[in-house]
């Protein structure tokens, strides 16, 4: 691997290890105890409204710990989000010798895009009037 | 005069590859809670691919940059945002600690 692939490629390697690291750090403290310093969101630190990804945190948890019905109830719009992301960072990050061109059209699809931001806005209106 | 050249050098070097248009961050932008700049970066990574189409290079590349600039900020105000917050915990954590 040349120092240009590598530095093309930052991203694809650095990733899991992001991605083992927060996986620890969540799996070892939970966001909901009293004595927790993980940061509440921005948003609703101000506002006092929910964001459309509030509940990631306490959601991460729960599933690390296995428990998938308490993590749909504090962010059911993650069921979407977060697999979506992952293709998106699949598609551009992995898209080694263009084996996920296929993909990355799907994702940068118009049609695809206006659809996530729809649902993104309408499950931030729809959450904080039914409190969920 | 070889300025020139190399100017025109540089521009079909990088006209020949599209450019990233940067909708990872604008998507890790909106799931990762970084306030809703992430949609703005998000709109302006879709506009890129058909601008290149269309054959507008210089506008795609622009629009690209966009987007990257646009969930930079995000990713930046959130994790400031964050880290005040966490302060703000200590603070209070603190201030209860002595009082007792």
């Known amino acids: 691997m040349t120092k240009e692939d590598l530095k093309k490629h930052k991203m694809a390697i650095l990733f899991p290890i992001i991605l083992v690291v927060l996986g620890i750090i969540y799996y070892n403290m939970d966001p909901t105890a009293s004595n927790s310093f993980f940061p509440k969101c921005p948003m609703k630190f101000i506002t006092g409204y929910n964001c459309p990804s509030c509940g990631i945190q306490r959601a991460i948890h729960c599933v690390l710990h296995g428990e998938f019905q308490k993590a749909i109830q504090y962010n059911l719009f993650l069921t979407i989000s977060i697999p979506f992301a992952f293709i998106v960072i699949i598609a551009s990050w992995y898209n080694f010798n263009h084996i996920f061109d296929g993909l990355n059209k799907f994702i940068c699809n118009r049609y695809v895009l206006i659809t996530y931001i729809i649902l993104y806005f309408s499950w931030w209106i729809i959450r904080n009037i039914l409190n969920c | ?100």
């Open chain 2, 1 to 100: 005069m070889e300025n020139q050249e190399y100017n025109t050098q540089e521009r079909t070097r990088s006209y020949a590859e599209k450019p990233e248009n940067n909708l990872v961050w604008g998507i890790l932008c909106t799931v990762l809670c970084c306030l809703p700049f992430g949609i703005v970066s998000i709109v302006s990574a879709t506009r890129v691919d058909s601008l290149w189409a269309m054959g507008a290079y210089d506008q795609a590349i622009a629009e690209a940059a966009k987007a990257k600039k646009w969930a930079m900020w995000g990713a930046i105000g959130g994790v400031i945002a964050s880290i005040l917050i966490i302060i703000f915990y200590v603070i209070l954590f603190l201030i209860s600690y002595h009082q007792y």
